[in-house]
């Protein structure tokens, strides 16, 4: 009898446990990232890139994101991860303008930049930009050195 009593205590319980799970209130899905800066079409990026002296292309993708998809002839490469600490190495005096494949980093690298008082124009998706027309750079990643036999 003590066994069936304990029996029905742990299956009322598990039940209680159970129905106040199913209760709870499902947590509340993440807001998508809201961007401050732009994010330029082609025909505003070729705008800014008519005048060259003036600004400065920085990419945010990984090396194997440039060499696979392609990107632009010059630019500064510094990978969304090290945009804090390679932040001292891009000059002030330019109009930046971030790249990433569809802009989504660079929407939020443009938005780290403006924070620390640099001048940013927006962000350009280059996968975006192709399929809108414009031309990107395949770049070949160098081949390994080969050491010689001796």
């Known amino acids: 009898m003590k066994a069936a009593t304990v029996l029905t205590a742990a299956a009322l319980i598990f039940t209680t446990n159970l129905a106040l799970a199913q209760q709870a209130p499902a947590a509340p899905a993440a807001e998508p990232y809201k961007a401050i800066s732009a994010k330029l079409n082609r025909q505003q990026l070729d705008g800014l890139l008519a005048y060259p002296d003036q600004v400065l292309l920085i990419d945010v993708r990984r090396p194997d994101e440039v060499t696979t998809i392609g ?11 090290d945009l804090d600490s390679g932040a001292v190495f891009i000059p002030r005096d330019r109009t930046l303008i971030t790249i990433s494949n569809h802009a989504g980093r660079a929407l939020k690298a443009a938005d780290a930049l403006l924070a620390k008082g640099f001048k940013v124009a927006g962000a350009v998706g280059v996968q975006d930009y192709e399929a809108e027309g414009g031309k990107l750079t395949k770049i070949a990643a160098p081949a390994p050195k080969v050491t010689a036999a001796k």
Do not use: N
């Open 71 to 81: 990107g632009f002839p010059a630019y500064l490469s510094v990978q969304a991860k």
